[in-house]
């Protein structure tokens, strides 16, 4: 029984936490993706950077 009280109280404060992250957060928000390489700077839009990636000559196997 106290098992089930606190998982109801953990629920709760689980669904307060998203509501108040969903007040906050802009309506213009978008699930970003980085668009510049962190190390170099170029714009690989999401993709991984060709000048900081490892290359390797393994054509795909």
Do not use: Q, W, Y
């Not at 007040?23 to 510049?36: A, C, L, P, Y």
Request: overall charge positive.
């Amino acid at each position: 029984m106290v098992l089930v009280l606190i998982e109801i109280a953990v629920g709760i404060l689980l669904v307060i936490f998203l509501i108040i992250k969903a007040i906050k957060t802009s309506s213009r928000d978008v699930v970003g993706v980085d668009m510049n390489c962190k190390k170099c700077g170029i714009k690989t839009h999401g993709l991984p950077c060709p000048k900081c990636e490892p290359r390797t000559k393994s054509f795909g196997v």
